[in-house]
């Protein structure tokens, strides 16, 4: 996965659970004045919009930044900003399934000073001051990610959503 922004390339890539543990371990490791977990509420607000059943997202889902809260309407920023703001336009609906619920682990190879394209969930502000994410160990996902990508396509069907979902490499890890 490659995005790039006006100042650097951005670049996570794949790696084995031993360098995962060794850059991730902690989530002291992240960079930014903050560190905090998305509320669970918000967990199962991506778990809808994403269409997964509830309780899909087992997994810690860590942010990190210089600064927590939207500045128009104060909601705290984290996963589900995330998700929505990528969705479609960044990365396909299976691809973020298959980042939060697999079993690949992937790692940032830069220090970002934001991530770019971010906007508040809630009033759609432009927010500069998420500096990463990640979920803490990817191994308390629950459920089989086929059965789970399966199961957002006939939801996201259900409600005419079309493109992001259909168009991922994912497809082919799930047959």
């Known amino acids: 996965m490659q ?84 969705a479609g336009s960044v990365h396909s609906l299976k691809m973020i399934a298959a ?12 220090v970002p000073h934001s991530i770019a394209g971010l906007q508040c969930h809630n009033c759609k502000t432009p927010f500069k001051d998420l500096r990463s994410f990640k979920c803490h160990n990817w191994a308390y996902a629950i459920g089989d990610l086929a059965k789970v990508v399966r199961t957002m396509e006939v939801e996201l069907a259900k409600r005419n959503v079309e493109g992001p979902l259909k168009t991922s490499a994912i497809t082919k890890q799930s047959k």
């Open 3 to 86: 995005t790039s922004n006006k100042t650097t390339p951005r670049n996570t890539v794949p790696v084995s659970n031993e360098m995962f543990q060794q850059v991730y371990d902690s989530p002291s490791s992240l960079p930014g004045k903050y560190r905090w977990l998305t509320k669970e509420a918000d967990v199962r607000a991506i778990e809808q919009l994403m269409g997964m059943p509830t309780n899909t997202i087992g997994a810690p889902l860590w942010v990190s930044g210089d600064r927590k809260t939207c500045t128009k309407c104060r909601r705290e920023m984290n996963w589900l900003d995330i998700v929505s703001s990528a």
């Open 99 to 110: 980042v939060i619920l697999g079993e690949q682990k992937f790692v940032n190879v830069e």
